[in-house]
Structure formats: C-alpha cells, structure tokens
C-alpha cells in the first residue's frame, strides 16, 4: 500500500499537492441512501481554510469541492464519492527559495531522499493542504454517523493550559473565538499568546482535545485494529502531531489498578471513565476522549542556515504566509479523521454476528 | 478486515486465546534466503514469558514455539512462516468466578456485547496472551532488519521516573534487572516499589522507552502510512497501553518553532532530534525513539463490585496469577511490534522507485 | 500481499509445504455465534483426501484437522479460527530425483528462480496439498451460508462431456460415484477411461461444474469486486486450473443479444440465464453456474527428459503416487472457494445501505 | 472493500458515472521518477472512445483526461496521480425510457437490489464507461513496465474466429482496421457482420485475445495471488466479460500429461507452450496469452417487453447509441488490465528475497 488510503470499508484515498492542479479524493464505501447536505461539508471545509483569521495563515483560499460522483438526486447511491478542490492561490514563486535547499524539520529531504527528487512548491504532498480532502470525506462520514457526536476543541497552546476537562467545558462555545477552544477567558489568552508568537515570526506548538459521545458499543476489531489503536493512527497521520492519548493517558501511568478500575453501574455503564470508552479495543459506550500534541509548526519567518541537495551550508530565510500555531485550524481534521474511523468500525460492525 | 493481521507485505495473522489449545500464527511475506537462528526467537519468547522473576506473574509457561512450515534447511523459503506455541498451564477453574461476572476495566463486557457471548476463560482472546505470536514474528524481523538496532526499556514505574534520556544511558545494561531498566539505582529502586504494590493486591502503571537505530533514510509511506503514525498503532494495539509520543512528544507542546526545529549538518543528519527520526511521516537516518505508557494492569487481587451478565450487582474476589506492573514483560512486545513495523516499511521501500 | 490471504471479510490465510511439519490456516472474520458441524468439515476433508478410491493418488494421509482457537462451547466466539493438519506421510526420499531437477510444467523452476531456492520434497508450498486448508474453511464458510446449496461435480474427463446440463441431472447423485458426476452411466465411462490412463502412466484434463442456488440478490462489489470476478480468481487460484467461465461463457459469444438477453418475469426472476446468475457484477437471485477447466496432472510416471539447476540436460523417469485425473478430488476444493467467496460477500453487502 | 481499487502496491481506485460531472480515479504507488508520456496515454484513450469507426457506438466524447497531482516537470513524484474525464455529452434524456423499467441483463434490477436506488442515466456506475479509468491508469502502467509488449486483438466476432494462433499472426496489423484484428482479411469479414448485426438492431459477442511478451520469470504471489489468477480476474471485472482462459485453456482438459508438459531447453526455456507462460502461478519467462469472452452487448435497438420496479410487465423499446460488438473497443481495455496486473507483480517481486 502506496500510503494513501485509509480505512478499510469507509475508506478514502486522496490525491494532490499543494501546488498541483487540484487536490482532492474518492471515497469509497459510503453507504446508500444517504441524505447528503452539501453546505455542512463546506462549513467544516471553511472552518480548515486558510485566512479565516488573525491568527491563521492569510493565505486566502477558497476551498470549494466540486463533487464528481456517487450523488444522485441528493443522495448517495453506495458508488465511489469522487471529489476535487481546485488550487487557486499558487504563488509557486513564495518557494524558489526552498527549491534547492532543505528545510529544517520539513519533509524537503525525506522526500527527496525517499522518491529521488520532489515537488517542492509548498511542500508539495507533504502539505497539510492534503487534509482538505479528508475534512470533505469527514463531514460525509459525521453525517453517517448521525447520532455520534463528534467534537474537537483546543485546550493547550504553548504552556497555557484548560485546567478544565471536557465535562466541565460547555462545548458548543469552540467556534465561539477564533482559537477554538471552548473556555473564553483561557481562548482569549491563547489568541493573545499566539498574536505575540506570529510577530515574532516564530511558531508554537498545542493540543487539541477531542470527546466522541453516543458512540454505540461494540466498535473495534481487536487485536490489531483496536479502536484507539486505529484513532491514535488516524491522528498520527496529521501532519505536525507527535502524540496521542486517550482516557487516563500518560498520567493512567501513576495510577494504581485499584483507583484505575471503572467500577459498572447495573446498566454496564462506568461509574468513572479512566478508560476513555474503551475496553480491550472495544468502545463500552462511554465518551471516547483523546488528546493530541502538535509540535509547533517549522516555517518561522526568521534567518536560518541550512543544507542545500549537495550539502553545501546555505544561507536563507523562512517566507510564505504560515500558520504561527496549527492547532486552530487542526480541529475540524481531528474531528474528520476521529469520524473516518468511527463510520469504518460502524461498517465492519455489522459482519461481526451471524 | 476483523483485525487479527498486521502488516502488508511482511505480515503476521495471529490467532489463540488464553486458555485454547493453542495461540500461534501466520507470517506471510517474510522475503526467501533468511537464514533464521531459532534460539534467538526463543530467547525473545523467554524474556515475555510468565514466571520469569518474582515482579511478574507466577503462571508457568514454557511458551515454546513450533514451527510448522515455510523454513528449509534453516533458512525462510518466502511461504508463509507457520507458528504455534500449545498452551500448557491452562488453569481454567481459575476463571469460574468471572463467567457470569464482568471484570471493571476488563474486556469481558465488550466482548459479550460485541460478540453475543465470549471465551471467559482468562481473557480468551483479549489477553495479553496473544502477543507471544507477536513476539515470534517480531524476533524474526528483527533478523530480517541484520542492522537496525531495536531496544525497548523501562523509563517509568509509577511516578518513578529515569531522569536521563536514552543517549545518556547504556542500554546494554537493561537486561541485567527483573525491571529492565537501563540505569541499575533506578531499577532497584522500581522493583522494590513493584514488589510493595504486588503485596497491596495491586498494580501499577509505567512507561516503556524504545529507540531504533541505524534506520535507513525513506522508510514510511505517507500520508496516512506515516512511519510514526503506523509506530503508534503497532503500539496502541498492545494491552494496557494508554498513549504513544515520539520525538519531542506532548512537550514538544510548549516549545517554539526556533527552537524545535533541527538543523542539518552538512551530511544530512541534524544537530538536534527533537523530530525523532521521522519527517513528513518518512525516516531521517537519525534515532527514533517514542515512549509507550501503559495503564495499571486491571486485575487487583481485592475484593470488589461489579454487574453480572443480567445487569444484577455482585460482589467477588480478584484471583489468579497476574502482573502487578506490566512494563517489563512489555519491552520485548514493544520492540518485536516495532521490529514488524520497520521490516514492513523496509519491503514497501523497495517499490518507491523506477 | 505476499498471496497466501483470500478474502476481505471473511478472510483465510493458509500456510504449510506439503512435506512440511503441518499444514493450516487462519480464518479471521467468521461471525460469532455460529454452531460447528465439526463432523460436516471432516467430511469435506474427506472428500478430497487421497487414497478415497483406486482412480484418486494411492498415498495414505488422514487429514484430521485440530482447531487451536477462535470456538468456545460448539459455537464460533468471532476470533480467529486457527487450524492445522499434521503431515504424516511424507516419504521425502520419493523426491530425492527432482532435488536437483526441474519436473516439466511443474512449479519447480518458478520457485527456485522467484525465491532463490526451494523446498523441492513434493512440490513444497506449490504442491495441491495447500488446498485441504482451503477445504476445512471453505466448510466453515458453508455452515456460516446456511440456506445457499453449493454443489459442483465433473462435467468432463478428457473428451467425455455431460451431454445435459445442471438442470437436466440429479445433483444428489455426485457423491454416488468416485468419479463425482451426478449421471451414473457417463461417471461408469469416465472411471473406466481414468483407469486406463493411469495404467499408461499417463494423465488426463477435465472439467468440474459448479451450481450455486438460494444466493440471495445483492451479493458482489462492482466494479473491480465483481462476484463472477471474484469466483473467477477463487477457481483460477486452484492448482492446474487453466480456464474459467460463468453463465453462457465461451458458447455465449456467438449469440445475439436479442437471443441471449434475459426476460424478466414479472417477480425479478428472468425466463433464461444466460447470465448465470449475475447482472453488473451482482447476484439477480437466478442460480449461478460456472465451469472450471484442470489442465492434465504434470506429473506422468513415464521416462522424460529435463534440465538441472546448472541448465544441464538430465534424463529421468516420473515416480511417485499421484492423481491420473485432478477433478474428482478437486469437487471439494472448487465449492470451498465458492463457499468463501460467498461468506465474504455476504458479510460485505451488511455494509451497503444505510 | 467497497470493490472500487484495484491493485496492492500499483493500485488504482476509479470513481464516476456514465452520466455525472466526471469519472476519473486515483492511481497510488505508481514509483517516481517515470517520465510520462501523456500522449501515448491520450492515445490509448482514443482506442477506447466512441466514435471512432462506423462500427462503433456514434456518441461523440473526446474523453480528455486531466491530470491533477503526481506530475512534477514531466516525471512521476511517486505520490498518488489524481486524474478526471469530465463528461461532456450527457443525453440524460436518452434514457428517460429506463428510469422506471429494468432492462433485461443490465445491472438496472441487480443495482437497485443492492441499494436501494440507482443512477439510472446511461447505466450510472455500472456502465463500461468507468474503463475509460482504467485505460489511463493502464497506460501508465505500460510506460512503467517498458520492455514488455502487452498485446490484446480481435480474434472471434460471433462465430467468425481466427484459424492462426498469435505466433502466426502480425500484431503490428491490429491497428490497421477498425475492428482491431490482426488478420487483414477475416478483419474485412468481421467488419462487415458486425455492420449486418447493427442493420438488424442486434449486438453480438467476440473474443479477445491479449499476448505479454517479454515479461520477467518469477512474477505472481502464490497461492491465491497466482499470475493467471489475478489476470484472470482482472479480465472478469471488464464489462461484459463471460469467460477467461490462458494457455491450453478449455481446450486442455482432453490432452494427456505427456502431450501437454512443456519440456525445457537447457536456457530454462520451454519447447511448447501449453502452460501459457505461468507455471505455479509465477511467470517462467515465456509468452504468456489468453482469451477473454465477451458476450453480446444487452442494449439491442428493437421493441421487448420488461418489468418495472413494481414489477408489473411494460412494453418498451430500445434506444440510445450503443456498440453492435463491444470487442473491438475492449482491445485496450483488455491490454490496460493486463499492464496494472503486471505492474503490480513487478513491485511485489522486489519483496520476495532477502
């Protein structure tokens, strides 16, 4: 496997550079009959997009989908969902300067060394543009999931930290600032902090925190295919991530087993929830919650030195128009690829009883 | 895919439950002409198995392996490496007292519900039973990988933490204690701490560090086949475990682009690795290294309440033979999951160029 | 894929040489809870052992199979079913005279030039031998399909043909015979003129047909998926099968689509079945039949001249107890595919509407 | 699987209906660094559209394929190639007639079975105009595989067959007439019944025949992922397709061993050629050829009778632009199938040795 696909019923390949033609996807598996709302698509697209704030990138891109397939009369008819967003704004000449040279961090050499050469206008593949295409492919599988909720929030930027869990957060006010994160007072020293970072054309790095509720039980295919095994790699696959937690997570390391232990109600629910949802790689019904650490992002608008293709130390410069801190407009991906995964096991699910 | 394979090209079918006949396996696509030293996979199984010191579980389990094809005359033959290992010590009264009753923050409810009803007897399939097929075919693609160095460790029991990292340690020392902890003071001083907890009818938690060495540069297949990303799957899909970070991890969080970025010398290497061996999902050539936490293991030897089958309260006595802290058993897992990742990208490496 | 997995769902994986310690498999995907003729798999065992009659292969092997997971109490629990036939009748000293040569239009040469070298003792990995694991889930998979009647038998031993069609013939007479065709006076035929081949020294070809009936509609992925597709490759992965063809198949192409082209009635059945079964790529409900062709067995007991490793010409003479003509034991192992192809649709199509 | 990717390292997933925006698809694992030449891909393209001869369906399409990433200066970067053929002559109005009625051995019934609702314009998915897909990815796959020939003809139209198998046969000729058989002068008999047939509203089937030269010994993954295997099933999942043969084909079932085994020269050559290049499933270095039956298109121009969803009976009529004999347009779609089959093999072959 090529790397470019991912799940195995509800399964999306993507296709695209940053600064290719267009990016895009197919989506294959999507049941049939669904009811699709369009507009719900392109609102998490826009809540990804560039330039929808003062602290994102002011790249200003439309992001459009154009779907290509599988909808017949506003529904989905069960045959491959092939989709396509248009790249509008390529101002290749922003990365003449990366052409020859590595970037620190990047996946300039990576690439290169890997594939023997690479397209390296905007980081190319390794662009977080690729994610576009799976908000799209998400969006479609929330509305599949239907009664599965699905929210994703910022609660960590640099040091300053929600001391708050998510059942203490009213989590409809995410979208409320533009950080994303659902304490205002704590969302309004973040964007602050982050405003100070950008000026100094540095980069920082946060967590996004998201919380999966109604999940029904019985998703996940041990062994391998836990379901936190599957969520942590859906993660991990966004660029920029370097770790993943869930339920007691690195902290469950202290505990002792007596005070880890999720006592049941009579109804097989938990009394606590230090298992985050999931047993044995199974969800039990409870909220699923999981963190996810993002490094600060590697374009800093300073002076640096680095290496060019034949290792000649180079001088330059970092440019372009980035993102001081990805966790803003990493939200609605954690949310696309936490439902990626949920409407998989909610597929193979099904085949699991005679 | 219901889950029991890993892997695409070097990859390993598992089956077995704790108390069955037999747990084994299936490693398809091991390459043809690897001369394989038997003993070395034993070894692997012995540093997993039960009863090997007075931190781990009591049971006594030879856990000898036996082949049953795709090797001859001492080499692999590129068919399908066939594997058992007969279970011996299956002490199944042992598991009356949980057939009607489920275990907090055991797989015993998700199993039923998933399933409509389970093999109790020891976990079945969801003990951590199951990992000795891993171990089987990760000491194989560890032969496989001749040059990359593979070592897992104890960096954390409890709150008892290594306060040096991997370069300052010398890691040959991990297998001189029961804890497998590179730095004997603090080895010492987590197996008092685990043999006080086992007196408590307790458990404890802990982190497991591995690092890989000598890694060549392209492994990973991006965008969702990250190296990183399938790192962490491979390890959340091990029992107990909570959470994965590699690189600079979640306190990569709190740093600034300036700062976590790593420069390259002239030959391609970096002067810091706060990426961890891994950009843009593919390998740098430099260390990579990612910890594991894990949970307390969930059978305490107290008494406790819980539900039984028809939703009723019951109270009962946590017995059997168990780990109080899984760590050290795990490091040989960790590192065989690794080995299966690494040996896997190495074959999908070879098809990335004309 | 290194090739030893068939199936998405309900997916197989079988390992073993023919002169190995055991051959076997892992079936991963079975649902739960489904109640095991144990006796019914030993049956189909059975069927295709050797030594069952005078014109099948003389050598003597049980095949009992041992399950080792994946059951609990009579029922399937939806893990891994592992399994294993123990090889007991290898006289490897039989083979001593192709260590070094190249049997014609055997796999010997292949093998040795794909993986370097072989396991030369009765043709290894590509010895018939694999296709009893086949059987034992092939048999699984027909309890799982329960209601579907899955029956093919031999239409054709070198030039004696069936001169009637499934339709016309008593389906429960194939076992009547060690032929296995269901009209007594043409198996009398067959049976003499095998007889008379094997006294040659000599093999000959035939031809199993198979009848899939009660397959419910809605089975098959368009469009690479196909369920004729996937039968196709199922029957084509059998050892010295050379052709394959559903519904009108070769005959079909000198028809007219107006003659060829099936009426419906008024319940969604059709008046004709030129299709055989299948519209699209999915089942329309009608019976499914097709035809598999087995070239000649390759081994001849006669004097013949070969080359060695080094490309030296070498006389010698075929030895051995082998099957003058494949088909009737090959009856079992065309319906085990069938049945697996079937059990992984059927578990596919649960994911295809909302 | 959802049934829409073909391939496991050089794998294509193709999306679109014969009558939405576009189809197009998605081609991951192709290696980097191919030069592309993108008009030997129109080419092909060509071979495939409508329009092209009087014996041809006379829809006009240009079938322009876009290519959206995976291209940098020329060459392949190893990322997915994302490609799309927008629809340009979209009579939806054609085919008001079969929105409500099920057109006899189409897919109209089997696909509104299977999900609950169709695009019923011009057969939506499970029209042959997804091989438009196919035939882009192909030629792809041929520039990949450079020196092997990959050759499909014309070589039966109804019962007017070829009496010269491929070795006595120009090839270079397939081209030189509309109905792409390589014998000049049963083409002119060819040609002149399918324009009959067509006078009569009438369709009819024919063969193809495909021929791959020059292909590399060792080839194929078995068991399940035989050489033949695979190809035959790729041929299976073409439109229309009813039966694949290889090699000696039904025709072997009445030879004996000693006249069908392919004696070896001493170059590991063989003397004949009846196992069609593939022994064990792996390629052995010598010509392999099949046929591929294809049965007459289902669209005929005359008046029938049929049922609607409701299942009463309604008179209709046939209409639309459709093929007399879709076997001279299957040419390249035959020949496209083959080189993703063998592309694939060729990156799977890097894994087999140590």
Chains 1, 2, 3, 4 share one sequence.
Do not use: W
């Amino acid at each position: 496997m090529a790397g470019n696909t991912f799940g195995t019923l509800f399964k999306l390949s993507t296709f695209g550079e940053s600064h290719g033609v267009a990016i895009g996807g197919v989506l294959d598996g999507c049941p049939a009959g669904l009811e699709l709302d369009l507009n719900a698509i392109q609102l998490d697209l826009d809540r990804r997009k560039p330039g929808q704030s003062a602290i994102v990138t002011q790249r200003k891109e439309p992001d459009t989908v154009e779907f290509y397939s599988g909808l017949f009369e506003g529904k989905t008819t069960g045959t491959p969902i092939g989709f396509a967003i248009h790249n509008t704004n390529q101002k290749s000449k922003d990365y003449g300067h990366i052409k020859d040279s590595y970037r620190p961090s990047h996946a300039d050499y990576t690439y290169d060394q890997k594939y023997g050469f690479r397209d390296y206008r905007g980081g190319g593949r390794s662009s977080a543009r690729e994610t576009a295409s799976r908000v799209v492919a998400g969006a479609i599988a929330k509305q599949f999931l239907k009664n599965i909720k699905i929210n994703a929030f910022v609660s960590q930027v640099g040091t300053l930290k929600l001391d708050k869990n998510y059942t203490e957060l009213n989590l409809s006010l995410t979208e409320s600032n533009p950080v994303r994160c659902p304490d205002p007072a704590t969302a309004s020293k973040m964007e602050a902090y982050i405003k100070e970072i950008k000026k100094e054309g540095d980069t920082i790095g946060g967590v996004v925190t998201c919380v999966l509720q109604n999940v029904p039980v019985g998703l996940g295919e041990p062994v391998f295919d836990k379901l936190h095994a599957d969520l942590g790699k859906a993660m991990l696959s966004i660029n920029a991530v370097k770790g993943f937690e869930y339920g007691s997570g690195f902290a469950g390391v202290c505990m002792k087993g007596s005070e880890h232990n999720d006592s049941f109600n009579t109804d097989g629910s938990t009394k606590t929830n230090y298992s985050g949802g999931v047993q044995g790689g199974i969800s039990n019904g409870m909220d699923i919650y999981f963190n996810v650490a993002f490094k600060p992002v590697a374009t800093v608008i300073q002076a640096y030195e680095t290496i060019d293709k034949d290792g000649n130390s180079v001088k330059t410069q970092g440019k372009g128009r980035h993102d001081p801190c990805v966790v803003p407009r990493a939200v609605p991906i954690v949310e696309a690829m936490a439902a990626l995964v949920l409407a998989d096991f909610t597929l193979l699910q099904r085949a699991n009883k005679i």
